[in-house]
């Protein structure tokens, strides 16, 4: 894992602000990324992330703040002259040119020759395994391989940094993680920087160094994929990243003997027949049993009012769907309890500042 | 596990309110044909088909055949009545008469000129008004570029007239800069069937770069295009079809004109004017004919030529 | 009778009475020959021939002698306003038929001059009534043209100082104007009649008129086209009609008959071979002939009326402006007809170049 | 695409030139319509509302401008009809000669007027025996009309798919309520365009209309025409142009309403 | 869970062959859903689950065999005339009409009066918990709305069955997790027959009764979701159902001692720092280490030559990016090592026929 601290600052945003009418698709967001980072930006539909991509690469300009690439404020700088490229959401392939020529197009514009530019364009098909495609069409293309063109198509220009805007978005879950593992090994052995922007929260927390949750325009958290799933700041980041668990105040009170908003992850909860476990406990009742194959998700109504979902993995206690209505147990440990901060003044980097309770181990 | 849950209900159907239960479509006439269409795709293509068919088949086509046919025949030079002996001499005469090569030469140098000065002038404003206008600019553009359309053709042709003479409108505001206005002749034609045309190519060229997605300019300039080059190398060459649409208007409308030229050509004629003038002239329907089939067999080779780029569906 | 060989139906004999009409007329005429107010409410003629008669007419404009030969071809019109140049053709082509003046009494007002001739006539049967008649004057640029022309050098002459603005009529017909021109010029070329060419006195008319084009800034065959072209001074010199020297509002334009004469028009009512409704057509030439009507049409178009007692109908001065019953002017024309074969100037020993030769050749002119 | 702001202005600067420049004959043409110059004269000598009164009291002018709408009325109509349902059968089925049916929709706009002038005039006259009317004129501006809606209806047609067919007939519907319900309402907009369009090329006809008209029935361009041989009518021509080009902003903005409303639904 | 074979058959395929040209979109399908079933195909793109839905609710034609719906021969019959309604991947809700029209067109259709419609129509939004909604455009509502739109449109006309193509499929995750659990409630609140189409494996063992496999056109296991994941018959069903870890002959030979193909479960194999284990072990080496927030999926390319992919949940030993390079040992019951048959002829019913090992608890 990158150690984005130690490494040179590749991308800075300055109280970056983009409103579009009344409205702020961007709002003051600073950040700052490493080089050779892989960098998410997570957050649901219309939080802003494109916005931010598109800012950066220059698409649109900023109503305030800056944008620097390299120590080089860019903010009034032209797209072409920025050393970042992009693969679009609808990866943008020119339908009118061959997949060779997609991908030499870059190189064409810097004016190298047709030969020489050939020459790389099969280089960067072949590590996406598809020089015998160099001659098609990009109709003629499946979603994935289009976007493994994308892909060839921006990184043979050798950017500094890449941006990706839901490149994965429009394929099917078995395609998208076979993809995911490839990207991956590509930015591994380009080693360049990468921004890549999804909605897909187990998609974040698979392939990045650090995640920006983005809610409203805002970073609402910023971190690890490990210090967004186990100390979430707000119960906005709890539930986005990951299933939880949400006590209220009042709840909390019944469950915790505490005030406070908490949440839990299922996994961190354990279910017996019966009414014997150890540490907090919380009598209820199944009403759901789903078969996940790999886990069993349960949905357990407590008698303190509130339904939770447990999630069971393989080699504990099994259940089924005929335990529709079995009396069970909850049970979990105050230490995977956590303290949710109200989302206010959201920390830039949570992991030095923020005051959150620590799961000890 | 030892306990059993209790019997989910999901066993016993649901129970509806009590009430009537959503009828079949009652059976129509034309819900009987529909079932029976519905299994014959070959008779819908018919029933679809058979109108448009007959009535280009019957109007046009015929009548077009009618005519080359025509074009075979001679007319009687006195009595201005056509007599039906077949022979080439019309057709061999419009091949090898010089009168016909220079004015057919004269009448494509036209054309040419007025799709590509009309071509040059519709791609800027089709692109400010597809890619740099907001809608509602957007929408008032067009109106803007529509609205000429209807003040008839011939009143346009007479206010160019107007227009270009001397001491006309042209003299009076250009010629200070040293610009003199050309007077009547073939530059004055080009000039006023480029201004006739210009709305037919206008708007498929609009409709064409509406079609080109924002995101392809982008990624253009994302790999380090600059704007001419994104231009040259993305949206030209994604926009020849709708060029080509646009051309066959200005081309075609050109090719066939013989009202313009009469009004500003100074003495040009074009190949309409052959035509019309034999039609009329002795009425030489078959000398006409022949004539026609220069403007016909230019189109066809034409059209030929820009099939394959889809143009066609883009008129 | 020329007819006789064209094979079609038509009838070569006129009718013998006038009978009942039939209650409606379609006429083919120049526009602004058949007006009926719908146009200009001060200007109607039609609207009491109606009143009179019970005919309803319904009526077609043409612009120009081509367009009205083909349309007379679909036989669906009673009258036509045949000019010179399409007359011949008609009768020809057999679409129109011989008319019995005698059931025609305002035909007894008509100019002498003007009845029975080559264009409005064929083997001594009349084909229909005199309209109006003009010339083809020769209009110049007061300003700009000087010496006041006197010849029709001015347009033909290879030198013209006033090449590139010159007009000339656009049609075949303009070749009778350059053979006009060659008879005082050339006259060993022994043209008689300018609508009776021999193929070289046409071959020497062209290459005149050839000669002429390059010096022609355009020609006009509309004449708001013509009118426009004088008041802006795109054209100084060339063909024209009264009624366009008339129209022009700049006071700076002059006609003048040459002096070696001109060419002219005078249009013929006719009668259709195949009208529907011969009854009214008749009644229509009479009408169109009466002195109140020849006066209003002749006038509202501009030219010379065919009836002697129009100009008691007409505007103060407006006869004179139109040369009306001067039989010297008059004589000096040499009025539209149809080439034909058979030399309209009565020789026997060559053939005539026709009017589709004509047109070949105003074709290859206008190149 | 992110346009330098000197681009952007540089064609925003052309547009306004370019349309400027459309309209200077059409100013013109309105000048010329207060002028006292009869003959469409630069510059006019006076000013003058006479055409004007002249114009809206011209029957001959008002009649024919009924029958060019009457004309143009019809052949949309016709042409929607053709249009739509050969489109549906291009754009819905496979079958042999596809693209030669495509050309011969193409052909009577592709090819000049003249030819399609006399070749109907021909067929008309000489075949069929007809007598030109005002349902000759009709017929042939319909033939070239076609393509417009045409044009439009299959580009609507691609674009909506086979969905929401499909859905209607899951949902019970026959053939023909399908078309009356779904597939029709979707193609209102594209038919309004593509009749807007063939309005206009029909009511501005003239070189078909002069071969394929009959006697006694004039179009407005065929009455613009006999009028420029006219004395003294020019300007009351300029006047009617005017009329038109003032009177034209309410289907055209009405079709950019209907246009525009479906963009912002899409 | 619904019991199939004790039902009476709502919808039957037999030897249902759909050709594209030279190529066999559906290639001899024969199956039997019963009533009240929530059947679910399942497959990759492309293998033909659109055109067995569509050959079934009649917008294709079969090139050959039959489809009955409810004991009747329907192949030749017209969509209109089925007793079946669909709910389409993009919805096509039609965008002219209202939300209430929208639901009430099939009632429009069978000519039942405005009144009597919308009142039927407004009840069903009710259903789906939009009656605030009737009024608004298609075009107004979000991606979920749309579909349960989609639904109360379909169900209104109170069908015998429901195909429903991949109505998920444009969701976002979170949105599509909320809306599974509402299809699985309209499912059982209507108490007809469901087939659901979709590429998403997690999805079809979440909501089905019964899933069937497709692969190439053809069926390739058709059983209940336990017994797709836990008794796949092929390599192809192990790895598109859930991850398996396929060990071919040579490999098979090496780690557990006999021959054939075999597949085992990432969460089936424990993994121990060293080399003590109980069970069959492996040792290997830690190559990539994935934090998925509920679980670590970390891959060992075992000393044998293999890489293995294992799931390790929460609660056991904790691995992390850091343990990249450490010496493990992989461990598993024999128990759930899979023997996989050759896919060759692929049973329509595994469950009964097909001889596999069981897994013993
Ligand atoms: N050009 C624009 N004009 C007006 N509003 C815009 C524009 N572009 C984006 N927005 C608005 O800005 C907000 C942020 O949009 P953005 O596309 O950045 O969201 P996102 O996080 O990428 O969402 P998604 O996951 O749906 O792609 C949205 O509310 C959007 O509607
Ligand atoms: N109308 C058609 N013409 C030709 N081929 C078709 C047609 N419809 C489907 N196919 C082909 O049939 C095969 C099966 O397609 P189908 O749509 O049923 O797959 P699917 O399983 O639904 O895939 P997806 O998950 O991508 O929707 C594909 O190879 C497809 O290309
Ligand atoms: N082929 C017939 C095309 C007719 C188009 N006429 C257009 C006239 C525009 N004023
Ligand atoms: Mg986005
Ligand atoms: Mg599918």
Redesign the interface.
């Known amino acids: 894992m990158i150690d984005h601290t130690s490494r040179p600052v590749a991308i800075e945003l300055s109280a970056l602000t983009k409103r579009f009418g009344d409205m702020a698709a961007v709002d003051g967001v600073d950040l700052q990324i490493a080089e050779g980072e892989f960098f998410s930006m997570l957050g649901p539909s219309g939080s802003g992330k494109t916005t931010v991509l598109r800012l950066i690469a220059g698409f649109e300009q900023p109503t305030s703040g800056t944008v620097s690439l390299f120590g080089r404020d860019v903010t009034t700088v032209a797209p072409f002259d920025r050393d970042v490229n992009t693969v679009f959401q609808d990866y943008a392939l020119f339908p009118h040119m061959s997949v060779l020529d997609n991908v030499a197009y870059g190189l064409r514009v810097r004016g190298m020759s047709r030969i020489t530019r050939h020459a790389r364009a099969r280089e960067a098909l072949d590590r996406v395994r598809l020089a015998d495609f160099a001659d098609r069409k990009p109709t003629q293309l499946s979603g994935g391989q289009r976007q493994r063109v994308a892909l060839a198509r921006a990184t043979v220009v050798e950017p500094k940094a890449l941006l990706l805007d839901e490149p994965l978005g429009a394929l099917d879950l078995k395609l998208r993680e076979q993809l995911q593992v490839e990207l991956k090994e590509l930015q591994r052995s380009l080693g360049i920087t990468f921004i890549f922007v999804t909605h897909d929260q187990e998609e974040a927390l698979t392939l990045s160094d650090r995640i920006a949750v983005f809610n409203n325009g805002r970073i609402e958290q910023l971190g690890t994929p490990a210090e967004l799933y186990e100390r979430p700041v707000s119960p906005f980041v709890a539930s986005f990243v990951g299933t939880s668990n949400i006590f209220d105040d009042a709840v909390s009170l019944a469950l915790l003997g505490r005030r406070g908003t908490h949440s839990l992850r299922p996994e961190r909860i354990g279910l017996t027949v019966g009414d014997t476990a150890d540490g907090i406990t919380a009598p209820g009742t199944i009403a759901e049993v789903i078969y996940l194959g790999t886990n069993t998700r349960i949905l357990v109504d407590l008698d303190a009012g509130q339904r939770i979902t447990v999630l069971a993995p393989y080699g504990r206690e099994r259940f089924s769907d005929h335990d529709r209505g079995a009396r069970v147990t909850a049970s979990w440990r105050d230490a995977d309890v956590i303290s949710l901060q109200s989302p206010t003044t959201p920390p830039t980097a949570p992991s030095e500042k923020t005051p959150i309770e620590m799961r000890s181990r | 596990?030892?306990?059993?849950?209790?019997e989910?209900?999901?066993?016993?159907?649901?129970t509806?309110p009590a009430r009537d239960?959503?009828?079949?479509?009652?059976i129509t006439l034309?819900?009987r044909?529909?079932?029976y269409?519905?299994?014959h795709?070959r008779l819908?293509?018919a029933v679809?088909?058979s109108?448009?068919?007959l009535?280009?088949?019957l109007?046009?086509?015929?009548?077009?055949a009618?005519?080359l046919i025509?074009a075979l025949w001679t007319?009687d030079?006195?009595?201005?009545?056509?007599s039906q002996t077949w022979t080439l001499d019309n057709i061999v005469a419009v091949v090898t008469g010089s009168?016909y090569q220079?004015?057919t030469l004269r009448t494509v140098g036209v054309a040419i000129l007025v799709t590509i000065v009309d071509i040059v002038?519709a791609l800027?404003?089709a692109?400010?008004?597809a890619?740099?206008a907001s809608?509602r600019l957007q929408?008032i553009?067009?109106?803007?570029?529509?609205?000429?359309?209807?003040?008839?053709?011939?009143?346009?042709a007479?206010?160019?007239?107007?227009?270009l003479?001397?001491?006309?409108?042209w003299d009076?505001v250009v010629a200070p800069f040293g610009i003199e206005s050309p007077?009547?002749g073939l530059p004055a034609t080009v000039i006023t069937l480029s201004?006739l045309w210009?709305p037919y190519v206008i708007?498929p060229i609009y409709a064409g770069l509406e079609r080109v997605?924002?995101?392809?300019?982008?990624?253009?300039?994302?790999?380090?295009?600059?704007?001419w080059?994104?231009l040259g190398?993305?949206v030209l060459?994604?926009l020849w079809p709708a060029i080509i649409a646009g051309s066959?208007?200005s081309f075609?409308?050109s090719?066939?004109?013989?009202?313009t030229v009469?009004?500003v050509?100074?003495?040009?004629?074009l190949?309409?004017?052959?035509?019309?003038?034999?039609?009329?002239?002795?009425?030489?329907?078959p000398l006409?004919?022949s004539i026609?089939l220069i403007?016909?067999v230019i189109?066809f080779v034409?059209?030929a030529a820009v099939?394959r780029t889809g143009a066609?569906?883009?008129? | 009778a020329c007819g006789t060989t064209s094979g079609s139906a038509g009838p070569t004999t006129a009718a013998d009475e006038v009978g009942a009409g039939e209650g409606q007329v379609s006429i083919l005429a120049w526009p602004g020959y058949v007006e009926d107010g719908s146009n200009d409410p001060t200007v109607d003629w039609v609207t009491a021939f109606e009143e009179d008669t019970g005919c309803e007419v319904t009526s077609k404009t043409y612009g120009t002698s081509d367009e009205a030969f083909s349309l007379m071809k679909t036989g669906e019109y009673d009258v036509i306003a045949a000019s010179g140049d399409a007359s011949l053709r008609l009768v020809a082509a057999g679409d129109v038929a011989p008319v019995n003046t005698d059931l025609i009494p305002n035909y007894d007002g008509i100019y002498d001059f003007l009845k029975m001739q080559s264009w409005n006539s064929v083997d001594g049967k009349s084909y229909g009534i005199p309209h109006g008649y003009g010339a083809n004057l020769l209009m110049y640029n007061t300003d700009v043209v000087s010496p006041a022309p006197t010849s029709w050098d001015v347009v033909f002459d290879k030198s013209s100082p006033y090449a590139g603005k010159i007009t000339a009529y656009d049609s075949p017909i303009y070749i009778a104007d350059a053979a006009v021109y060659l008879m005082t010029h050339q006259p060993e070329l022994g043209i008689e009649n300018p609508y009776a060419l021999d193929e070289t006195q046409l071959a020497a008319a062209v290459d005149l008129l050839k000669g002429q084009r390059a010096n022609v800034g355009e020609y006009w065959s509309d004449y708001l086209k013509e009118i426009q072209a004088f008041e802006t001074g795109d054209s100084v010199v060339g063909t024209t009609w009264q009624v366009i020297q008339n129209s022009v509002t700049t006071g700076n334009t002059a006609v003048v008959l040459p002096d070696e004469g001109a060419t002219g028009w005078s249009d013929t009512w006719m009668i259709g071979s195949e009208a529907k409704n011969p009854n009214c057509a008749y009644e229509w030439l009479n009408y169109i002939a009466s002195p109140e009507a020849n006066a209003q049409a002749t006038e509202y178009f501009g030219e010379a009326p065919s009836n002697e007692a129009a100009c008691e109908f007409r505007t103060e001065g407006s006869c004179e402006a139109f040369n009306a019953g001067d039989e010297e002017f008059a004589s000096k024309l040499w009025y539209w007809s149809t080439p034909i074969e058979k030399c309209l100037d009565g020789r026997t020993d060559v053939t005539c170049t026709d009017y589709s030769q004509w047109t070949a050749a105003w074709s290859e002119i206008k190149g | 695409m992110r346009l330098g702001r000197l681009s952007k202005v540089t064609l925003g600067a052309i547009t306004g030139l370019v349309l400027a420049l459309i309209y200077v004959p059409l100013l013109v043409v309105l000048v010329n319509s207060f002028s006292t110059s009869k003959n469409l004269v630069w510059p006019p000598p006076g000013f003058t509302l006479e055409w004007w009164g002249k114009a809206f009291r011209n029957a001959g002018a008002l009649e024919a401008l009924w029958t060019s709408v009457l004309v143009a009325l019809s052949s949309t109509i016709i042409a929607l009809v053709l249009g739509t349902l050969i489109s549906i059968a291009l754009q819905r089925y496979q079958f042999f000669g596809r693209d030669t049916v495509s050309l011969l929709v193409i052909l009577p706009i592709a090819l000049p007027g003249i030819v399609t002038g006399i070749a109907l005039n021909n067929a008309f006259r000489t075949i069929l025996d007809l007598k030109l009317t005002i349902l000759t004129v009709i017929i042939a501006h319909a033939t070239f009309c076609i393509v417009t809606v045409f044009n439009n209806v299959l580009a609507r047609l691609r674009r909506m798919g086979t969905n929401f067919e499909e859905a209607s007939s899951d949902l019970g519907a026959g053939l023909w309520t399908t078309f009356r319900l779904v597939t029709f309402p979707q193609l209102r907009s594209a038919l309004f365009a593509g009749g807007l369009l063939a309005f206009a090329l029909s009511f501005d006809e003239i070189v078909v209309t002069t071969f394929t008209i009959g006697g006694g029935v004039e179009t407005l361009p065929i009455w613009i025409l006999n009028n420029l041989f006219r004395p003294n009518q020019a300007p009351v021509v300029s006047v009617i142009a005017v009329v038109l080009v003032v009177v034209s902003v309410i289907p055209i903005y009405i079709a950019q309403r209907i246009a525009g409303s479906e963009q912002t639904r899409r």
């Open positions: 596990m030892t306990s059993k849950a209790p989910a209900d999901t066993s016993t159907p649901p509806h239960r959503v009828a079949a479509p009652s034309a819900r044909a529909s079932t269409l519905s299994r795709a819908r293509l679809l088909l109108a448009p068919l009535w280009l088949g109007v046009y086509v015929a009548a077009l009618a005519l025509t007319v030079s006195f009595t201005g009545q056509i009168l220079t004015v002038i800027p404003i692109f400010f008004m890619k740099v809608p929408r553009l067009v109106i803007a570029v529509l609205m000429p359309l209807w003040a008839s053709y011939l009143v346009k007479y206010a160019w007239r107007s227009v003479s001397q001491d006309g409108l009076f007077g009547y201004y210009l708007l997605p924002d995101s392809l300019l982008e990624a253009s300039s994302d790999l380090g295009a600059r704007t080059r994104t190398l993305v060459p994604m066959i208007f075609s409308l090719l066939g004109d013989y009202i009469n009004i050509g100074g003495t040009n004629q190949l309409g004017n052959l035509v019309y003038t034999n039609v009329g002239a002795a009425n030489n329907l006409a004919a026609a403007p016909i189109m034409y059209l099939r066609l569906n883009n008129l």
